[in-house]
């Protein structure tokens, strides 16, 4: 949905302190007028197989870590590095922008848009996630239940649920902005525009909502902070 971002994506990925052995890029939306670098290959869906897709593709590749980016997220240099130093203390799932359900309607958000010094153990998150890939094979242990919305929700509660896998944000320092899954001013640039999902689709939320009900009946355990 947002091809303007491809380029500087693609240039955040190759500054990465460590490198990537290849980068796939989903086509489901839009025309790209744009020649791809070699190591690029790109996968056209049709039809829009939406937002779960990109996890799947993830279990074919053989690489040690799979790292997945929103179209709206321009990773910094080290974020890679962040991921990997904060997997090695807790074998976790990485996201750049943490969501801490306060029920009954209610987020604590730690990452980019709120910078901490230290990892933090979340709920679920999103924008931009980086794991071991022999744990994304959690993620399909369920079915698909909420088609239009909410992969980030059932990455968290499967890789928890099936595989005893928590969720985390890496460490967001406010004076350290290389160490960040998103360049914060860009990050909300280009996440509150007209293609958003949250603006485009009245029922987001509420979808959400549901969702969290559906993966805690099945055993996912909330962190709960007060």
């Not at 049709?46 to 709206?72: C, Q, W």
């Not at 794991?131 to 990455?155: A, S, T």
Request: with cysteine; net charge negative.
């Amino acid at each position: 949905k947002r091809p303007e971002c491809l380029r500087e994506q693609l240039e955040a990925i190759k500054k990465q302190t460590i490198k990537s052995d290849k980068i796939i890029i989903v086509h489901n939306e839009g025309d790209v007028d744009f020649e791809y670098p070699e190591n690029v290959q790109l996968i056209y869906a049709n039809p829009n197989m939406k937002f779960h897709l990109r996890f799947a593709i993830g279990l074919l590749v053989n690489t040690e870590y799979v790292s997945f980016l929103d179209d709206d997220t321009i990773p910094q240099e080290r974020w890679h590095e962040n991921c990997i130093n904060t997997i090695e203390k807790h074998d976790c799932l990485c996201v750049t922008n943490g969501r801490l359900f306060v029920p009954p309607n209610r987020w604590v958000a730690p990452g980019w848009g709120n910078p901490t010094e230290n990892e933090v153990l979340v709920d679920f998150g999103g924008h931009a996630w980086f794991m071991r890939r022999e744990n994304l094979k959690f993620m399909w242990n369920d079915k698909i239940h909420e088609f239009k919305n909410g992969e980030d929700i059932m990455l968290s509660a499967n890789l928890q649920i099936h595989g005893n896998i928590p969720t985390y944000v890496p460490p967001h320092p406010k004076n350290n902005l290389s160490l960040w899954g998103s360049h914060p001013e860009k990050a909300m640039k280009f996440g509150s525009d007209k293609v958003a999902q949250w603006i485009v689709e009245p029922a987001h939320y509420q979808e959400r909502y549901k969702l969290i009900e559906q993966y805690v009946d099945l055993g996912w355990k909330l962190v709960n902070i007060k």
